[in-house]
């Protein structure tokens, strides 16, 4: 499975970006039986684009080309979720700040996945297409 974050590197820390087309960079996360295998970055060109028609589609392609399984977000907009979840990609939002927390509890943590999620990820949110606060939720 593979699972992207966007982050935001401050020292050397890696936290949720407030916003997910805004991010710096997304880290993308390999997992395997419920083990971080491989941890790569790719640089969002788009992050400070002045240009705001089309920057949600190119983004977008930026990340379908890394082929993530699972999107963990602080916050979405409407369209980018919609646009994730018709690609076949589940997105959960995480209260975590920093991704290696969300990852963890996204492979399993303590007491499996669905253990680990329950108090910090919310399942099964109304999605409003003109909502872009952080509540678009697809439980696992």
Known sequence: MQ???????????????P??????????YEVEGGRIVDTHFVENPYAK????????RVVLELV?????????????GG????RLKSRGVR????????????VLKLVGG???????LRGTLDYNLEVSPFSVEACLIESL
């Open 91 to 102: 997105v959960y939002r995480s209260t975590d700040r920093e991704a290696i927390e969300a």
């Open 110 to 116: 303590t007491g499996g996945v669905a253990g680990a």
């Open 3 to 17: 699972a992207l974050i966007p982050v935001v590197k401050v020292s050397d820390k890696l936290f949720l970006s």
């Open 19 to 28: 916003h997910f087309g805004r991010a710096p960079e997304f880290a993308v």
């Open 49 to 56: 684009s002045e240009e705001h028609s089309g920057h949600g």
């Open 79 to 82: 369209g980018a979720f919609y």
């Open 64 to 76: 379908s080309s890394l082929n993530p399984d699972v999107a963990v977000v602080r916050s979405i």
